[in-house]
């Protein structure tokens, strides 16, 4: 494995009761790449995600953030919103989580919040409406208006987020997460629910992402078209373990992956097979 | 207009007999007998057929006209058309609502000078406004329900009173303590309830307001208890009182001395105060934290994954709401000049909670014409003297069931690119608080 | 020892009123997810009517008490069912589906409508009723001359709630009404879906809950021999407090959250001071709702993401 990793995995457990859902994983993603943990339903994906962005306490394990500046950060140390404020780790979430009753410009804005919050000199100068939080303002507008650009929903900005069609709302919440300036997005099924044409733009708009910010990516994908035309890496989960790992290419050709597929779905194992091809 | 599939007379008729016939039993025992307890304390009843009767038969006929009118205003929910002049003459005239109101306001003392009554309860109506609008940050904008805000209001009122009678501090140091002091109640309420939802959160808070208000009862040597505390200062104009002696504004301006004097002072400090707390609310609304607060009642998890502390943006919520209802309770002590716990109780929160959910959570305006609709509203009514609890309730539960959603029923936006539209309060969630 | 013993009693029979209303709390909130605030004043109207009852049978001169009770019982059950049921229908059911605030709002109105009707209807002045059961039992009868005693009407409490709480566990567990509850407190939609009349289900819920508050205002009346318009309030706190801390929703909880109110303010006021007696029992609340945010035997909510 390449050392140059923004994330690893190193032995993670998560036991619900007495039903393990993670067992004993490790992986790594690498910066500036896009890693993709595939698997079946129920393979633990999900819960992995909730591990690494604070939602979850693993039972054991460590996860391991390392900054381009070389410092590093220990995620199972920190909790829920620290992980995003402090480690920089964004995510999206499998069944949209917007707030439906803002603006999509609105919904931007919130997700600016910590560094608002330090411009308005937590609240102070803002309320009294200090010209260098008027500036700080006019930026995080500014910021929004580029991501609202880049997902093509400008002429869209100041309708309500629950007003937005299905896939015009799972790219204003990957432009959510940008807008807090990752340096890891995991992004947990966004291609879920999307058409072909939908799936091939998000796939644009990853690649750009991770072409022109920088940002590590680590999705979970069912839908194999997305994951084998942009993963640089892809680890492959089934029953809480890891059973592959490797390249697009070297994955879908590990019998014990489409061994998993078919004794799960044989659809997705067809699609693994076929797609990419 | 009758359709055919409309219900016919029978129908009607048959229903207004099943509540006729409900009506009986229930009013049977509880109006058709009268108990008392005699002069040897020994308990005594009579009968009141002819009042059981007459309510049956009040029911009986409400019932046929509550069927005619639904049968005329055809089936729930149906889309009326509505003319594009009328449309846009309404929204015209909403957004003239809110400058004719408070224009409207700051003429009222002018306009009333010598009607006192109309002075009175103008004043009245403020505090509610101040009360309505300090709740709308919990409720409206951060989604924590509240129903123990008169703590708050207590906890201002008795700062003041006891600082003033006490330590004998003026009326414009204490009302900032007494914003503080409510401030610092609010994260003490805050920090247990963090973790709560729903109703959880709803009887911590109504246990919390009980216990500011039984502990004002019970604490005898400092809160005078039940007798509360009497002889609290009015405000003065920055230290210049508004009495008849020479010292008083009135001399020191060379004019004639005149109760009302204190009465419109008082007007245009409630007005301030009610303005203060309107200009920071929405100017919060706009900053960061008015935004987390929202986003806080939209989706919490998701607050969270954007790196928002919640614990402090629900604290700072608390605080804040806590603060506007202190200051509304030390304006109120200074004003009565007398406080007891018997103007604490569950049925202030309830009213101020029932003027925010009437309103249309999070608005400004709606939170105002709320508070003059059931403060003007139970004014009103004051002539039906015991019966008056009755209609408000009454009121209450018909005017939920009209709006569930509020007067107001949309959101503003707090920021927008190109076009400053409305939110309908159909997308809008309640928090989980 | 023997004045522990004697205010362990009293608390478990005030604990057993609390419980009695508790349950209408609980079972309210499990199916339709809202506070029914009027439910205090629920239990005040069944503890009038008892009241009402009683006079006009013993003005008839009858004499049998045990005749009267059962009498007062049933026709106090009814009446008050009815008017559960007219609340639901009158105030709840057109907002079934709306914002949850708003149900809210609306019970908080229909809890001062039935208040001051009462007031209105049956006067302002508390209504005392001589004693109707007397007698009891001496326990224990310590050196110092305290006496431990167990009255029939103490008798009567515990023994009612034990009897109701075990019909109303049957006809939760076993019976078809029983199992539509239980279907529609997990998913309305699907319930409906499957034939169970939902509108009807919920209904009997309240009519149920009206039943057991009437017969828990009944047992208020008989033990403490008095009914006034604004009981309803300060019991409705205290049962709805029960039932958040045994975890509202939880059936066994509500008693169990009854029982412990009960006791906690029996015993507050033996040994520290009356004044403060529900000021003990709001903070135990709110102190065990900090260790456990569900209640005692809540479901612990999980935080699906």
Redesign the interface.
Known sequence: MSADQILSVDHLSMRFGGIVAVNDLSFGAERRKITALIGPNGAGKTTVFNCITGFYKPTSGSMRLAHDDGHTIQLERLNDFRISKQAKVARTFQNIRLFPGMTALENLMVAQHNALMRASGLTLLGLIGAPSWRVAEKAAIDLARTWLERIGLLDRADDAAGNLPYGDQRRLEIARAMCTEPALLCLDEPAAGLNARESAALSELLLSIRANQGTSILLIEHDMSVVMEISDHVVVMDYGVKIAEGTPQHVRDDPRVIAAYLGADEEEAIAVMESGT | MQTSRAPGVAFIFKKALISALVALVLFSLMIGVRTEAGSDGQLTYWTRFGDLAMMVATVFGGSIIVELLRQWWGPVGTVRVVPAQVTSALSLAGRLVAPVLLIFTFLVPVIFYNERYILDLGILVLTYVMLGWGLNVVVGLAGLLDLGYVAFYAVGAYSYALLATNFGLSFWICLPLAGILAAFWGVLLGFPVLRLRGDYLAIVTLAFGEIIRLVLLNWQSVTGGPNGVSGIPRPTMFGIPLSPGDDGLAAKLGIEFSPTHRIVFLFYLILALALLTNWVTIRLRRLPIGRAWEALREDEVACRALGINTTTTKLTAFATGAMFGGLAGAFFATRQGFISPESFTFHESALVLAIVVLGGMGSQLGVALAALAMIGGFELFRGLDQYRMLVFGMAMVLLMIWRPRGLIGHRAPTVFLERNQAISSDLVKEGHG | MDYFAQQLINGLVLGSIYGLIAIGYTMV?GIVGM?NFAHGDIFM?GG??A???F??LV?FGLTAIPLILLIVLL?SMA?TA??GW?VER??YR??RH?????????A????????????????A?????PPIITGGYTLHEGAGGFVVQLSNIQIIVVITTVVLLALFTWLVSSTRLGRDMRACEQDQTMASLLGVDVDRTISMTFVIGAALAAVAGMMYLLYYGLVDFFMG?VAG?KA??AA?LGG?GSLPGAMLGGLLIGLIETLWSAYF?V??K??AA??I???V??FL???LLGRP?V?K?
């Open positions: 909130y506070i109207i009038f009517i009241l009402i009852t006079l006009i003005s026709v009446i009815l008017y007219t009158i105030a057109p907002l709306s914002f949850r605030l708003a149900p809210m709002l609306s908080i109105g229909m809890s001062f409508v039935l208040t001051n009707y009462s007031q209105v209807a049956q006067g002045r508390v209504k005392p009723v309030f706190i709805f407090t958040v509202i001071s004044e403060y529900d000021v709001f903070s609340l709110i102190v709702l900090i945010p569900t209640g909510e935080e993401v």
